[in-house]
Every structure is written in C-alpha cells, then in structure tokens.
C-alpha cells in the first residue's frame, strides 16, 4: 500500500523534472514569462524554468522568404 504512495510521488517529481527543462536551439530565443510578466530572453542552449511560475516562448530569428505574385495596379 505504501509504495503505491512512493510510485505516485516519484512519477510526479519525474513529470515536473521533464517539463521544467527547456531548450533552445541556435536560431532562437527564448523568452522568459514569470507570472506573467517578462524577466527576460535567453540564448541558445539548456535552461531549467519553474513550470508553475514560469513559462517560456521561442521566437524563431530565421529570415523567412516568401515569393509574392506580381499584381495588376
């Protein structure tokens, strides 16, 4: 009875782990949200957040192209 306690608590601590590592990749950013309000950006590389106070937005810095049709003026 117990270790169904333990299981449970463990598989929790593991889920909260895995969803508090964040990573960036070399063409984004990452933008940093506590409670809602901007703490900062981050560069490329492996960053630990708080899943509960924290969120995180990549914004992607690639030039992207696009062709556009010429149009009748």
């Known amino acids: 009875m117990a270790y169904e306690w ?6 929790f601590v593991v889920l909260l782990l895995a969803s508090s590592i964040k990573v960036v990749k070399e ?28 969120s995180m937005v990549k914004i992607d810095l690639r030039v992207s192209v696009f062709d556009v049709t010429p149009q009748e003026v």
């Open 6 to 11: 333990v299981i449970g608590i463990v598989f």
């Open 27 to 54: 063409y984004e950013r990452g933008v940093i949200f506590r409670l809602g309000r901007l703490v900062g950006a981050r560069g490329p590389g492996l960053f630990l957040i708080i899943p509960i106070f924290e």
